[in-house]
């Protein structure tokens, strides 16, 4: 078994198609309308036949709430690995986001977290 797709909620598909391809470099792998609303997930370009991540509408009721209570705790939605944690917060920082957690050393691991400008908290991480 394996983990073949996830998701996390937004609040625009499009600007967080720009976000997750453009920013912080995942490619498309599907865009399919649906309505009003699109499948449309993304993937590493590192592995484009991983595990694929759904940038989902935020229309359910329930969304907002979880959504609202998770950034307000400071609670990331997805934690996506990276080789070096402060380097690629500076070339993030030089792309204009906002980082709500600088980078934080935990023992092996050292961690920061973002804001993905469509709702979420996302952390990225590296173990030594």
Not at 49 to 75: C, F, N
Request: proline share 7%.
């Amino acid at each position: 078994m394996r983990i073949h797709l996830t998701s996390v909620f937004v609040d625009d598909q499009e600007q967080a198609l720009r976000f997750y391809t453009e920013v912080l470099g995942f490619v498309t792998k599907h865009d399919v309308p649906l309505g009003s609303d699109r499948w449309l997930t993304v993937v590493s370009p590192e592995d484009p036949e991983g595990t694929e991540l759904l940038l989902e509408p935020s229309g359910h009721p329930a969304v907002q709430p979880y959504k609202t209570a998770l950034v307000r705790d400071g609670i990331p939605a997805a934690s996506f690995a990276v080789g070096d944690v402060r380097a690629e917060c500076e070339r993030l920082r030089g792309l204009g986001v906002r980082f709500t957690q600088e980078p934080l050393e935990m023992g092996p691991v050292t961690t920061a977290v973002l804001d993905d400008t469509v709702g979420n908290l996302i952390q990225i991480m590296h173990s030594r």
